[in-house]
Each structure stands twice: as C-alpha cells, then as structure tokens.
C-alpha cells in the first residue's frame, strides 16, 4: 500500500503512464494455455497498417477491455488477441503516395523493390495504431501480436485458397465486377461505397430498323457506354412495345443492329420503360446478356479511357467521352431531353473514385455451399447477435450472397498459388511455389501477378492467429473465441466471411456472440469525417482529460447496436466523476490511520446497513448487466452508486463517527465500512477507468499484485436488507425536502432551523428518532418529531414525504423584509428582460431576417422568465403573510 501520499490533484498523465508500464512489466496480460482454466478470449478486430485511433476504434476497443478485464477478473483464463491488418489497397496508396512526391511509380521500381518499400513503411508505421490504443488502456495480450501477412498467417491463407480450389469453391471466370480505374483493380460488391449523388437522365432516340422514322427513347445515366450496347430491354406485358420485341434498333452514331428482347427484370415505370443493355458494363445487363445471348462488348479501358475500338472516341477519358458523345447525339438529332436526376453512385471505398463495372477475368469463392451452414449456425442459436435484431440483416445478405470475387490487381497482400504454364496453359494450385509444369515439364512457368482480397485473410483471423493449419495448444484451448466486438458496417465485410471460414475450416463456430455497436457521430448526429471537419481525435482527448474519462464517455450512454453522439459536456461530466472519486478516496485514506482491516466491523448503524446493501444489489446488477453486453447500463448504475450514495451520503454520515476519538469502537466500524465498500467498488469500476482505480486501490490496504488481478466482487447477501434501504429513503428524502425548503426560502447555510416532523404512523417517528443526528448534521436542523395531528404549524413552509409531513417554521428564520426586496428586485429584472423579449418578437424585421433557432431561443427564454415571476410572485405573496 502506497500509505496516504495521494496528491491532492489527480493527474491522469503520470498515473496512466505508470501503470500500463507496470501491467506489461509484469505481463499481468499475458495468457498461457491452462487447461484445467475456462477460457474467454477475443479477437481484435484488426486495424489497418496506415491506420491511425479514430473514435470508432476507441469506442471499440474500450468495449472489448471492459469485458477482457471483467472476466480476467472473474478468474476466467483471458485471452485478448491483438494484431493488424495489411490493408491491401490502402496501404498501397500509401506508399504509392510517398513515391508520387519523389517523381516515381511503383512501376518504375519494379514488384520485387516495390514490395520492400511498402514493408519499410509498415515496420516504420503499421505499429502506430497499436500504440495508441495502448494509450487507451487496451490490454491486449502483447506478446502474442500477429499481422495478416506474417509468416504463420500466410501459411493459412495459401492452405484455405488451395483446399477450397481442390474442392471445387474457388474458380476463376470472365464475369463482370466493380473496378476502380484509380486503384486499376477489381472490388467486392461490399468494397463500393454508394452515394446519392445529383445527376442527368439523358433521354436518346434508338431508330427501329427497315420503318419509316419510327423509334424507340430509352433513358441512360452514362452515355458513354452506348458505345457498348448490344440490345434494348422492354417487360414482357408493357403493351407499348409488344410489337417490337423480335425486331431491332439501329445504335445511334455506331450503326450497330440491336436486338429488342423482352425481360422481367425492366421496370415499366422508369425512364421511358425500355432499357439499353450494355452487358459488358453493368451488372443487370450482365445478367440480362447472358439469359438472352448478348454480345459483350468492352469499351473502357481499366484505367477510366475508352477502348480503342469506340472510333473517334478512343482514349478519351470515360468523362470527356460523356461530354462528346451527348453534344454528337444532339448535332445528329438522336438526343431527346436531358433530365435532372439524382442517383446512388458507387465509389470505391478505399481511394473514392466512380468505380466502373466491367468484366474481366478473376478468381471467385463459390458462396451457396458455404453461407448455408453459416446461416444454420445463426438460426440454430450457436452464434448470437447481440442485439439480436442484426441476425435478420446477416441472414438476409446470406441468403442473396453472390460468388466473391477474391483476386485483387494490385502487388501488395498475399499472392495467389496459381502458376501458369506459358507452353501448354495449364494451371497449377499450390501450396508450395512451382518451378515446372506437372503436365508438360516445362520451367516456363510464373505465379499469377494478382493478390488475393484483404478480406480473404482476415476472414482467418480467429484460428489463422492461434496457429492454424498447425493444431496448437493455443487453438484447442481458446477457440471458439468467445465474443466479437465490431461495428454494424463490417457485418458482411468479416462477420459473415468468419463464420462461414470457420465452420468451413474448424467445422466451429468462431465465436459465440457477436456484440455490435454504433458509430461515433458528433454532436448533431453527423458521421465524423474529414471532408466534414468534424473528427475528434481520441489522442487529444486523453492529453488533456486522460484516458479513463474518454473510455467512461464513450461507454456511458451506449446501447448494442445504436450510434452515439460525441458532447464535450460528457467528456467534462466523465472528468468530474473522475476527480470526485479521487476526492473521496483521499478523504477515506486521511481517515484509515489506525485501521485495521482484519476486524470486522461492530455495531453497524443504519447508514453502515444502508450502503452495504445498497453495494451489494449493486454488485448484482453490474454483473448482471456486463453478463448481457449492457455495458453502458452497468457504467450508469456504478455512477450513481459511487456519486450519489456512496460520496454524497454514505461519506457524510460517518464523519461524525470519524472525528469522534472517544468511541473507538464506532470509528474503527465507519472505517471499516467505507474501506470494504471502496476497495470494492474500484474493482467494479476497474473494467471501466482502469487507471485511476488501480492508483488509488494501490493506495488502499489490499493484498495482491494489481486490482486488475484481484477476484471480481461477489454479491453478500448478509447485508441484503429492503428495510435498511426503505428506512435511509426516508430519512434522505426528508432531509433533500429540508434543503429543498431551506434553499427556496434563502436560508444562510449556515443557520440552523428547527424542523417539525409529523409522521403517520408510530413506527416511521421511531426511524427519525433513532436516527435524529442526520436530520442534524445533513438538514442543518433541530427537528421535533411527533404523530400527524390536526392542527398544523403556523407560517411554515411544508412538504410531504412518503407519509410524513415536514414543516420549517419560518419565523425568526429569514428577515422577511430583506428577502422580500431581494426578490422584488429579482422581478424588476426578469420584467425588464420580458419586455425586451417581447419588443424583438413583435418586430416583424427582426422576426422576418433572424434564423429560426434564434427566434426559438427567444421564445424559449420568454417562458422560462414568465415561470420565473409567477414563482417569485407566489413567495411574496406568501411572506406577506409572515
């Protein structure tokens, strides 16, 4: 025990920085394998290499601490898995950023030295993010840190691509995907980001071949790809152009012959009801081409240009193109109208570029086979969503699952195990490298130059960081891992592909509940965000308030599944709780001088009885509410207790007992009592403000290395009493009803008033005569207690309170004629401050320019003060009567 040397401030920079110090020193995070220990362990969600904290990874990783350090704490064997991800795409902008600024490109280096630059940028920076969540208190398991291209998890990857491709469930094909012409690669559907966005619905004229002038109008968002069309598309009943299903249209500005098919797919109502079909450019015209054998035919270049087979429109870019092509459609008397039109577009979600569908050659997971055991695995209850409403939005992507499309062209993740042989073409799926053809012989072979999706190895990421394909100790012991924590927005990105990789590969589920939270929104609900300027960096809110009133903040208030709004008032609220426990726990420790904790306590009062209980239903409920992921419900219940009943009652009751030298055996039973609930409670509190309770439990008598180690508080039913808690609701009601009365009636503080107490029955006056020194002490009075009678007190101020009526004489207790001038005054300022209000309202220029909001305030203001005066004017009409 570090004695009674707590500085009179707390300083959460230099305590916070000394005991994550300690904890890793001591390597209180570390687990080993102990197979007779239940296990609970948790798999960080793993940040991006060019990563740096936002508040969506604080909140998540404050998440997953809480329910690590509680069950460390519950005695469990806890395994809290750290680790980062490469990040395929991102981390190659990066450094294909670094190399812009030096007038180069990744070409100009070549793969092999590329590659080596960007492992130079992730030993240099892909560590960051872990560090500052260090800041945050995170206690990851630090010496088991893995990363996704490490050599372990590598092994996994190439083992999971083989073992699928020999099963059947990896392929590759010509199909059409999204592609980012900035990123030059293919994307996942979930790798674009769609956005409403305001554009044009050009309306164009396609004529109806061998007629007289007749034509069909169909309606595009992208002009630019007529040049690929090589049909129209019309609903089967649409009565408008039945006629014409069979025959063809002639392409404008290309002459092409289009084929006008009839599909269920067009909807009637948009546009003009036909569509063109341009299957090589757009995913339902893909679809579409294939039920009705159109040609595909690509006029875009990968890197946004167009084809050199569109004509005079070669090598423009896909924008200028647009431009062109419509000004070329109206000189030829093709283009009908342009329309306003706003439309959901879709960007690529790493660099922001318009991706393009187009169709290219790519390696893809056969879904069906595998998402079917994972929605079982969900339905059948072995994995919960907590809250549940999110297993309705997981299954329903299931179920409409297309095949993923894994292979990425760019030089930075996991390399693909195929070789081709450039003699005979055969291709070769290996785990380990191939330097000739298993059919021909032939040493002319190479790697295929693709890499796979970054998904595609953190799916892994639950065995894959336990050792998989060897089967360790590590995997047999901790896996299934026992809850994620993640964000709703990755719940197809990796929940889902998790699953599926573990039943599939651990014929397990990878953990059994999934816990989902929001997003962290700033004050009016906006997603925090650069182009915004409305981001909060988690860092500077540590410099300045520490890491535990940041982690308080953002768990206070939260509910599973929902966003949260970011408010410094919180922040500062979270700061004031931080320092009221301080000022509690120096005020406790001044006082343990002579205290012996191997006594039990004696002679316990009502306010001793009190507390205890009320510790003990809070023990319950806090662990009740952690066991169900109501992790911003138990933070509100330790609030109270701590603040509101333990420091602003508990504390004040025993001072009397404290300063009092005489009984002995009173003070040693308050020291007792406030030690025991304190000490405690600081392990409650721990999970959640790690720092400041380990500082001060450090202070306290306690036995053990850390609280983070110490056992979990159990609930002592011994002290459960419901008529200890009903007796102190009474008393502390009366004596908030006193003070209540005091303030309104602007009693000096320090002036003592007699209070009469008349209660309705016998044994409620025995709770006040017992226990009259609170009254005292607490309600500044000298209370008279008695039965109710008929006759009540003159020139009393009154309340009534769960049966008894309280009444503060106030003759002799205020000066009536100074009070009452003091409120005619406050009144002549609220009058004055009304009628300057209401000047401004009936100012039609002022009511006509102000902003609403500020009309609002105004009017706002005006009620408030009308409230005002009606209240002073009441309490001198009744000290009139004095």
Request: net charge negative.
């Amino acid at each position: 025990m570090e004695k009674d040397n707590m500085p009179t401030v707390y300083d959460p920079q230099a305590v916070e920085t000394k005991w994550y110090e300690y904890w890793e020193q001591e390597a209180l995070f570390h687990a080993e394998v102990e197979p007779g220990k239940k296990p609970f362990s948790i798999v960080i969600p793993p940040p991006n290499v060019t990563g740096q904290l936002h508040m969506g990874h604080a909140l998540d990783n404050t998440l997953q601490d809480i329910l690590i350090r509680f069950r460390r704490m519950q005695g469990y064997n806890t395994l809290w898995m750290p680790g980062t991800d490469h990040a395929g795409i991102a981390t190659q902008i990066k450094v294909e950023e670094n190399l812009a600024k030096e007038g180069q490109s990744r070409y100009d280096l070549g793969r092999p030295a590329f590659i080596e630059k960007v492992w130079d940028w992730k030993h240099q920076y892909g560590s960051r993010i872990l560090t500052q969540l260090k800041r945050m208190g995170a206690s990851c398991d630090w010496q088991r840190e893995r990363f996704t291209m490490d050599e372990g998890c590598s092994q996994a990857v190439k083992e999971v691509f083989v073992s699928l491709y020999e099963k059947g469930l990896i392929y590759q094909g010509n199909r059409i995907t999204n592609w980012c012409p900035r990123c030059n690669t293919a994307l996942s559907d979930i790798e674009v980001e769609h956005e409403e966005q305001p554009g044009h619905l050009y309306h164009v004229r396609y004529p109806v071949e061998d007629s007289d002038g007749q034509y069909v109008t169909v309606a595009t968002t992208r002009p630019e790809t007529i040049l690929g069309d090589s049909g129209v598309a019309v609903h089967p009943d649409d009565v408008r152009y039945r006629h014409l299903v069979g025959r063809y249209l002639v392409l404008p500005l290309v002459g092409r012959r289009l084929p006008i098919v009839a599909d269920e797919y067009v909807d009637p109502s948009f546009g003009t009801g036909a569509v063109k079909v341009t299957p090589a450019h757009d995913p339902n015209d893909y679809d579409m081409g294939l039920r009705h054998q159109l040609e595909q035919i690509v006029v875009m270049n990968p890197d946004g240009t167009m084809a050199k087979d569109t004509g005079k429109y070669a090598g423009m870019d896909r924008y200028d193109c647009r431009r062109a092509l419509v000004a070329d459609l109206k000189e030829q008397g093709f283009l009908v109208k342009i329309d306003e039109h706003a439309h959901a577009v879709g960007h690529c979600q790493r660099c922001a570029t318009v991706v393009e569908p187009l169709i290219s050659k790519q390696w893809y997971v056969k879904m069906q086979p595998l998402a079917e055991p994972a929605i079982e695995a969900v339905t059948s209850g072995r994995i919960q969503f907590v809250p549940e409403r999110f297993t309705k939005i997981y299954i329903n992507w299931l179920e409409n699952i297309r095949d993923w499309c894994i292979s990425r062209q760019i030089w930075w993740g996991h390399r693909i195990p195929a070789w081709y042989c450039r003699d005979c073409g055969e291709i070769t799926v290996s785990r380990t490298d191939v330097t000739a053809c298993g059919k021909c012989g032939s040493s002319h072979v190479e790697q295929d130059p693709d890499v796979l999706d970054t998904w595609f190895s953190s799916a892994l990421w639950p065995f894959s960081t336990m050792g998989w394909p060897e089967n360790t100790a590590e995997l047999k012991h901790f896996y299934p891992t026992s809850v994620l924590v993640t964000g709703y927005d990755i719940i197809f990105f990796w929940v889902a592909r998790m699953i599926f990789m573990g039943l599939e590969f651990q014929k397990e589920i990878p953990f059994r509940h999934v816990f989902i939270h929001g997003l962290v929104r700033d004050s009016q609900g906006r997603k925090m965000s650069k182009s915004l300027g409305n981001g909060i960096d988690p860092l500077d809110v540590i410099e300045k308030y520490g890491a535990d009133t940041l982690r308080f903040t953002l768990v206070t208030g939260n509910t599973p599944g929902n966003d949260m709004r970011f408010y410094w008032e919180r922040i500062e609220s979270s700061r004031n709780f931080a320092n009221k426990i301080w000022n509690a726990s120096r005020f406790v420790l001044m006082n343990l001088a002579d205290f012996n904790p191997s006594q039990p306590p004696a002679g316990l009062t009502l306010a001793d009885r009190w507390i205890l209980s009320r510790y003990t239903h809070t023990v319950e409920a806090v662990t009740g509410n952690l066991e169900r992921f109501e992790l911003g419900e138990a933070a509100r219940l330790l609030y109270d207790f701590i603040w509101n009943e333990y420091c602003d009652w508990y504390i004040e009751m025993t001072k009397g007992r404290l300063y009092d030298k005489e009984n002995v055996a009173a003070r040693a039973t308050a020291q007792y009592v406030l030690w025991h609930v304190l000490s405690n409670t600081l392990r409650l509190l721990h999970p959640f403000m790690p720092f400041l309770t380990e500082e001060i439990w450090q202070h306290l008598p306690h036995e053990g290395r850390s609280v983070m180690t110490s056992a979990w508080p159990q609930p002592e039913p011994q002290y459960a009493s419901d008529e200890a808690e009903r007796d102190m609701s009474l008393l502390m009601d009366t004596i908030k009803a006193i003070r209540n009365m005091r303030a309104e009636m602007n009693v000096p503080p320090g002036k003592r008033s007699e209070v009469i107490l008349q209660a309705a029955n016998p044994s409620l006056a025995a709770v006040f005569t017992a226990n009259i020194q609170y009254l005292k002490t607490l309600g500044a009075s000298e209370p008279v207690i008695g039965l109710i009678q008929a006759e009540k007190p003159a020139n009393a101020a009154a309340a009534v309170v769960n049966g008894v009526e309280v009444y503060l004489p106030l003759k002799g207790l205020i000066d009536v004629e100074k009070e009452s001038t003091r409120l005619k005054k406050e009144l002549d300022g609220l009058k004055k401050e009304l009628t300057r209000i209401a000047g401004k309202l009936s100012n039609e220029g002022f009511v006509a320019k102000a902003p609403a909001d500020v009309i609002e305030k105004e009017k706002t203001k005006q009620k408030e003060f009308q409230e005002k005066c009606a209240v002073i004017n009441e309490r001198l009409a009744y000290l009139a009567t004095l």
